[in-house]
């Protein structure tokens, strides 16, 4: 009888682990799929120059504002290449930033800074670091890539009254500032609504919100506006978009060392 228990106990821990580790796989196929739908509503828009506005609040309440512009590249079968430069104010006038985003190597960014004219490489176990004393770190600055994340489906939900996707995005580069992502995409259009970054430590670091989505290219949906919060500090980073325009015929040459101390 004895025996009997024991080998009933036995199947039904087994068939649970089974349950289970399908279950599991299924909620990581689902998350793929939908990262997946994620880059694929996000490509073909091939180049994009933008002016923005960044507004850094610290933890007083004390804002200061700054004006830069972006030009970025589509890059097919790799990641992303961008070119950052700062306008305003007078003590950062001419700073240039330099991104060459990549799907499974390190991303490889560079800064030039001119009161010292010279061009700073940014080492990659540096790129959980603050971007020009923003909240926003290296690392947000790279192309989101399928090969940076495992990828684990979540639930289905709301956020402010929107139907979502709450998927959960660990980055594989050791380097990196988080442990996880928890990110909510909208089911209209697969982007991003809202993302929770966590420390080291696993304990939430930051909150990014992505508000004002706009329609280009009858087909590319983009935020005017992103606002990260550090929840550890409580300041805060703003991005406006003031103008975005796609298909402007930047070219790879574009995106090189030398145009960072060429950027005007």
């Known amino acids: 009888m004895k025996m009997v228990i024991k080998r009933t106990l036995t199947a039904s821990f087994v068939t649970l682990s089974l349950i289970s580790a399908f279950s599991v796989l299924a ?18 828009w091939q180049d ?12 007083a309440g004390d804002t200061s504002l700054r004006k830069l512009r972006i030009k970025s590249l589509e890059v097919n079968n790799d990641g992303d290449k961008g070119l950052t430069i700062f306008d305003t ?11 060459h985003s990549h799907a499974v190597k390190p991303d490889d960014q560079w800064l030039y800074l001119p009161a010292l004219k010279r061009v700073k490489r940014i080492a990659s176990r540096n790129k959980s670091g603050p ?3 923003s909240e926003f770190a290296y690392e947000d600055l790279s192309s989101f890539e399928l090969e940076k994340y495992t990828f684990n489906f979540i639930e289905e939900t709301t956020l402010d009254g929107q139907s979502v996707y709450l998927v959960e995005q660990v980055p594989v580069d050791r380097y990196s500032g988080y442990t996880k992502q928890r990110v909510w995409l909208a089911k209209s259009h697969y982007q991003p609504l809202k993302v929770e970054f966590y420390d080291r430590k696993n304990a939430l670091l930051k909150t990014l919100e992505l508000k004002g989505y706009q329609k ?28 975005l325009v796609f298909k402007t015929g930047l070219q ?13």
Request: aromatic content about 6%; charged content about 25%; overall charge positive.
């Open 27 to 44: 909620d990581q196929g689902k998350g793929l799929e939908l990262a997946k739908l994620r880059k694929q509503a996000d490509s073909g």
């Open 48 to 59: 994009s120059q933008a002016t923005l506005t960044m507004e850094l609040k610290n933890a």
């Open 89 to 99: 104010p007078r003590d950062v006038k001419g700073t240039a930033f330099l991104n």
């Open 131 to 133: 971007f020009m004393g």
């Open 216 to 243: 280009y290219l009858d087909k590319i949906w983009r935020a005017n506006t992103l606002v990260m919060n550090n929840v550890q500090t409580q300041k805060a980073t703003t991005l406006t978009t003031t103008k």
């Open 252 to 264: 790879v040459n574009d995106f090189n060392k030398a145009s960072l101390k060429r950027a005007r």
